[in-house]
């Protein structure tokens, strides 16, 4: 069965620093990824895409970038972290080549910048 | 453009009835239901594939109409554990693209 891993749960870093989130997918091959960010009491906010390992559309300008070195493998990064950017982190993955594809998230990382 | 949820949010007794909707100004290829839990990452509900479908599982239902660029979920007999916010979500695709969007979020309380 597929499952997906997002690390770490909780964070905390001063403003300035790097970012560096990981998620990885299992059971499963050439997989759509996805970054969410979810501010306090808000909605899903779509951050980065992937259909391929190098491809990556990013949906919103920011500070942040995302990077696919490996087909299960999507990166979320950072080299200088704002206030702003505190919020629940969420990788999701799904199904390619399928019109009927749906989302399944990690678990989350929930970011505080300070 | 993320599709709009209504209500934004809503109060229940415990075994009233909700409905939550879903509404996108593009056009729906098909539509997927999720609910998450304070702190937690969203949970896959239901998925409806094409336009007239309505689904069910226990006592939350959903339907699609693909004309109108809407869905709805409905719950039934609302119980403590619906308690949550619930998305709407979708994906374009369009090959290559696979972009999945969320809706704007209902936030559901059921009290006791």
């Known amino acids: 069965s597929q499952t997906i891993h997002q690390w770490p749960a909780t964070l905390v870093q001063p403003v300035g620093s790097p970012l560096s989130l990981e998620c990885t997918v299992e059971?499963?091959?050439?997989?759509?990824l996805y970054w969410y960010r979810q501010a306090a009491g808000r909605g899903l906010q779509l951050l980065f895409y992937?259909?391929?390992?190098?491809?990556i559309s990013s949906e919103v300008p920011q500070n942040l970038s995302a990077s696919r070195p490996q087909d299960r493998q999507f990166i979320l990064s950072s080299k200088k972290l704002l206030l702003s950017d505190s919020g629940f982190y969420l990788c999701?993955?799904?199904?390619?080549?399928?019109?009927?594809?749906?989302?399944?998230f990690g678990q989350g990382t929930r970011l505080t910048v300070v | 453009q993320q599709p709009v949820q209504s209500p934004q949010a809503v109060i229940l007794r415990e075994g009233e009835d909700a409905v939550i909707n879903c509404s996108s100004s593009?056009?729906?290829?098909?539509v997927h239901w999720y609910r998450q839990k304070h702190g937690e990452a969203p949970v896959f509900l239901m998925i409806?594939?094409?336009?007239?479908e309505q689904k069910g599982h226990d006592k939350i239902s959903a339907s699609f109409n693909e004309k109108k660029q809407q869905s709805s979920l409905y719950l039934t007999a609302s119980q403590l554990s619906y308690s949550g916010t619930y998305f709407c979500?979708?994906?374009?695709?369009?090959?290559?693209?696979?972009?999945?969007?969320f809706g704007t979020g209902t936030r559901l309380k059921v009290l006791a």
């Open positions: 999701a993955w799904s199904l390619s080549g399928t019109g009927a594809t749906y989302a399944f």
């Open positions: 059971g499963t091959s050439n997989p759509n």
């Open positions: 992937s259909v391929g390992i190098g491809q």
């Open positions: 593009k056009a729906l290829y098909s």
């Open positions: 409806l594939l094409k336009g007239g």
């Open positions: 979500g979708t994906a374009n695709p369009r090959p290559g693209t696979y972009k999945y969007i």
